[in-house]
């Protein structure tokens, strides 16, 4: 072994560590030797002997050579042959001793129940049995612990797949429809500016609204899993967490804010989805954290369904859920401007927090279209893009 500078007694250590057990193990050696006179076969039996009930506790070799010395004394005293030397040679050869361990260690193992008294049995037994009622309990919990996550994970896969199968068919529905349409007989866009107006549903979205009558709108973007119908309703808890079929589905769907009108229309049409981590929803939204997936994805396709709309992505931010008494912008509030004022100062509002510089701007009297997700940066957090409609 290569010198390290951990050396005691003439071993070497590869470790700080175990150079300084081994320097602990020295002094309880040196300790012993002072108080134990080797030449006393007396005192050389009682040290064995407290050294067999673990009086002295060694954590290296340096213990081991010491104890084996020892060892060897007990032998020549036994045989006859101690001459009350004093120690002082350390013998590194493992002696005899080591095979008398194991033996001890083998006849310490065999132990029987009946070598006990009656007493002692009961105590054994009943011990043993709850030690069997721990284990079987154990085994229980942790079989129940894995039936349960396979439900769980069986359960979402299954709202999953159930998601997937509903969405696909109104998809294909509303294409199926729209397909049907020719240029002589398709809808004209209606713009809802004119008080007491009820526009005719568009032909795409009549079978739709048939099967639920929450359909406000479906979002597209392109060359994205954005492909959603959008709903409302008279609250903003239902659609977190029920599916197009009014079925319990964590999922959710994507919704249009209770306090929005498509009709009016509201300044702000803010729509809502979940950031799931299978991407579904609005999982991918915050995609638009890179310039990049913006400049690839500049448009978004949001229908009401009432009329067709495009619009351009004019800002990306990161919000939270403010509370009441917090005075800030709150981006959720913005739903209508009743001035210029109102609405320019909510733009530069925007604009400052934006990731980056679009090009696009708006005026007092354009309509705006926000998408809304979780942001989990922080807590309460949502990840925001804003678009204008141009179209």
Known sequence: MAATGFEVEGRQFRVRADYEAALRDKKIIDGIRGRVNFKNKDEVLKLYSQMEEGVYRFETLIGNDFDDEVYELVQSIEAGTFAGEE???KKR???KRAVN?????KEKQDVRLENFDSGMQEQILAELKKREKRRKLTVILCSLTAAACF???GLYHYFGDRTDNTYSQWAKLREDADSRNTDAFAPVKVHLTEEGETPDILDKYKTLYNKNKSLIGWIKIADTNIDYPVMQTSNNDYYLDHNLSQEYDKNGSIF???????????TNLIVYGHHMQSGKMFGRLDQYSKESYYQEHPVIEFDTIYEEGTWEVMYVFRSKIYTADEIVF??????????????DSNMRQMSEMSLYDTGVTASYGDRLLT???????????RFVVVAKKVD
């Open 87 to 89: 120690t002082g040679k």
């Open 93 to 95: 050869k493992k002696p």
């Open 101 to 105: 361990k194991a033996e001890e260690k």
């Open 151 to 153: 439900g769980y994970f």
């Open 256 to 266: 249009l804010d209770k306090d929005c009108d498509v009709l009016k229309p509201s």
């Open 330 to 343: 709150k981006y959720y509030q913005f739903i209508d401007a009743n001035s210029a004022e109102e609405f």
């Open 371 to 381: 998408l809304s997700t979780c942001d989990y940066t922080e807590e309460d957090g």
